[in-house]
């Protein structure tokens, strides 16, 4: 396949995110076995200079769509002006990080260009010209292998998942111009929480359950300020309103995948197993030795998380100097 | 307002073991306990609410066989006043853009100024109600945590974003949007509220009365094809630490700056 694979790089504030570069990293791959080559695309304002760094990753050509109205992220001029550029640079691939943005715009993309489509990829390969992936379905329960025909197809990776790896391209900008159309949707405004660690994206998760007993998270913060993680809770925390529903980990909530997720004080009910089982390090903390979440972690204490944490923080606190 | 909801039975995996059948193409589906895919539930509570302030209807639809009807008597049950149940042979096998399609030419014979869909269900592809905007050309947003109806022809809606992240917009009807958990609490439905619709009519739509095409339905029009199905491996649970307070942590630092847990 001579076409070229098309990254759909995101970026929020005017900082490409993490994902991003995993995505660019899995369609290099890609691309390595079938031979072609690998484009991305940034969309945003005055995105040129932080759009360089992609060339690092494998981009051969850099697509930089820019304009105000490109700014901040809708469905309507993003899928636009993606569905112009992809006529022009006519991909075999597509592939974007599965983000909150990125499946809102692949769901879009995907209807309009006539792709097949998956989100949630975990894994991505070719054989015979054919796009395979492997996707987690039920919950967490079964992982589906699936085949995207036709061109071309659109794969939305999960974050966390594809190591990021460098590979010097060519990295040429080019600046096309757009048209953003019709937008229907009107920003208002964004409540931001500045300097908090996206779950998504976080190394560390630490996450309080139903043994929290409250909504006085301390221990699971300070713990997780010291690993520069990100903290989570489990439904029932988020029913008992002793977190906000963005924190919740689980069928309903977040999927992560974290280098290492800490679960204090959660007994492992399905629903949460389902958003972090593909975690790579699980330790759990349960007063209860016959609790489930002990089947899925790799390590676990038990004990109550309110003695356990502290000295854990202090610990990691000497381990780090 | 004229409010149509897409919803769809999925089997609970709260209440079932998943396995896959002896050929490996599908889930065993023998005694699985169904249910409605959960966030169809605050999509549905939803439009309830919405209708309960500004007046309409709300109709349920969704796309499956017979024993689909059973979640759309629940969601009437709950309050929705209509539904509809689009099922044939030859939808059997469609993939999302199939799904989407049979939807879309059902919205087509009604005239919506809201469609809701929940963010996701059971395959977790968060796929359909981006879809189906796109193919009705309608504006689109997806994981909406909150609606205010401004007038007739606007909402403001919330949007949650990651990293805890709050968005809010304004969109123009009609339009699609895709509902995350958290935006209301579904009311209860008791075995008395499923008895009263229990012999409400449903209409059943097919592909001909739907004139969905067989290229974008179906097996056939199917580009998104499962070739295979395993279970995840478990892991063989979680090994113990044992000894003193000190002592566990000390072995869990040690462990996780073995393993690349802990830099």
Known sequence: MSQPILVIAEQVEGVLRKVSFEALSAARELAGTMGCETYALVLGNEMEAAAAELGKYGAEKIIVAQDSALADYTTDAYCNVINDIAAQVNPGIIVLGATAQGKDLAARLSARLKAALATDCLTLRAENEQVLTSRSMYGGKIVADVALNGTPVIAAIRPNTFPVKEA?????????NVKTGDIKTGLLGKHLETGKVDLTEADVVVSGGRGMGGSDYSVIENLANVLGGAVGASRSAVDEGWRSPSDQ????GKTVSPALYIACGISGAIQHLAGMSSSKIIVAINKDPEAPIFNKADYGIEGDLFEVLPVFTEAVKKMKG | MEILVCVKRVPDTAENEIEINSDGTDIDRDDLVYSVNEWDNYAVEEAIQIRDKVGGTVTVVTVGDDESEEVLRREMAMG????ILLSDGAF????????????????????YDLILTGAQADDGAAQIGGMLAAMLDRPYASLVNSIEVVDDKTMKIGR???????????????????????INEPRYVGIRGIRKVASVDIPVHGAADLAVDASAA????AKVKRLDYFVPELGEGAEMLEGGMEEKIDKLVELLKAKGGLK
């Open chain 2, 92 to 111: 059997e096998g469609s993939d999302g853009f199939g799904i989407a399609s049979i939807l879309k030419a059902a919205a087509g014979k009604g005239n």
């Open chain 2, 160 to 182: 949650e974003i990651e990293g805890g992240n709050q968005e809010m917009s304004e969109i123009q009807m009609p339009c699609v949007l895709s509902i995350q958990t958290g």
């Open chain 2, 218 to 221: 179906g097996s056939a029009g």
């Open chain 1, 249 to 252: 980990v689980g069928q309903t």
């Open chain 1, 168 to 176: 010097q391209a060519a990295g040429k900008i080019e600046k096309p």
């Open chain 2, 80 to 83: 929705a006043d209509k539904g």
